[in-house]
């Protein structure tokens, strides 16, 4: 890699690994281990949006917690900017976790029900001291412009608002924090059809205005396809598929990724510019037999291609073509023949 590359990189997050324990008796966390994410490695370009997709239970959330810090990972270092979180501690950590900011998927919990608007922006400008006490009124007003919300917001309360607007609040909440780095976890995932539009655009238009580098997680990969540079695709806790660049859903390669592309509802622009889309189906959820991911492919359950060698080594993600890493037997650098699993 080289200087020039090393310097564009704002976020590089290798080998996560984090482990729970089930609960047991009375609520005991003494069960055996659950992995929630497995050896995962991703790499964030400045001012590019990295899609993580993948359905419930794939570890999408708990990478996203890792990468903040929210959740100290088991194994594996987080790099922001070059220094890495995982060795940080206390006052140090909080400093530089202010410049990752997390968009979460529920607007209606993520707000303090009595806290006005204006006292939930204000909270982060104090907190963080970024702004003079008689400047954070009028950043206050600014933060409010920049995600689409009028002034006289800041006076009203989280329940007098939709739940669009309610995201936009949590957007406004994010960015007052200067950030560098974004992540939107499942942000368009609890609204309407057409307000979910309408933030999709609203964090683009703020990317490209505000210089932000993004990850956007989601279930729906047309979703993730409209928005991101890259895209990591993720099941049973672990990365199967990683693409660099731009490509078509037709690109992707790994059966579950296939899967998934043709599962997901198709987005469709009108003429206004606005993006629409129908209600997905319903769809099996992502979680696997545990046996399953004891030997072999945790995918092969589900995998109208498997093989023999799936049930007995489990593939690693490898590269297949330029800026194109695949985790499956199909795809290796030495293609594996056999009788179906």
Not at 73 to 98: F, I, M, S, W
Not at 289 to 302: I, K, Q, V, Y
Not at 316 to 329: K, N
Request: proline residues 6%.
């Amino acid at each position: 890699m080289t200087t020039g590359q090393q310097q564009q990189i704002v976020l590089d997050a290798t080998s996560l690994g984090k482990t729970y324990r089930r609960a047991g008796q009375f609520g005991r966390r003494t069960g055996t281990p659950a992995p929630a994410l497995i050896d995962a490695s991703i790499r964030l370009m400045r001012g590019s949006t990295l899609g993580v997709i993948g359905e419930s239970g794939s570890g999408k959330t708990t990478l996203a917690r890792c990468l903040t810090l929210l959740e100290r990972p088991d194994t594996g270092t987080v790099l922001l900017n070059g220094t890495d979180l995982t060795e940080l501690r206390g006052k140090a950590l909080r400093v530089q976790r202010r410049t990752i900011q997390t968009v979460f998927q529920d607007p209606y919990s993520s707000l303090n029900p009595s806290q006005t608007v204006g006292s939930a922006l204000d909270e982060v400008l104090r907190v963080h001291r970024l702004t003079v006490a008689n400047r954070r009124a009028c950043r206050v007003r600014e933060l409010l412009d920049l995600v689409g919300l009028p002034a006289a917001a800041a006076q009203r309360r989280p329940a007098e608002f939709s739940g669009g607007q309610r995201q936009r609040i949590c957007i406004a909440r994010a960015l007052a924090a200067e950030p560098t780095v974004l992540i939107a976890d499942e942000a368009v995932s609890a609204l309407d059809v057409s307000v979910q539009a309408q933030i999709l655009n609203l964090l683009l238009s703020l990317q490209s205005e505000l210089h932000l580098s993004m990850i956007f997680i989601s279930h729906d990969l047309h979703v993730v396809d409209y928005v991101a540079d890259s895209t990591v695709v993720m099941f049973a806790g672990r990365i199967v598929e990683r693409r660099y660049g731009r490509s078509a859903l037709s690109e992707l390669a790994h059966p579950y990724s296939v899967l998934l592309a043709r599962t997901s509802p198709q987005l469709t622009e009108r003429p206004d510019g606005a993006v629409v889309r129908p209600l997905p189906p319903q769809r099996e959820r992502g979680e696997v037999d545990g046996a399953a991911l004891l030997t072999g492919c945790p995918f092969r359950l589900r995998c109208p291609e498997a093989m023999a060698i799936c049930t007995q080594e489990d593939p690693q993600l490898r590269p297949w073509q330029p800026d194109h890493d695949v985790a499956c037997h199909l795809h290796g650098s030495v293609a594996h023949e056999g009788e179906p699993a």
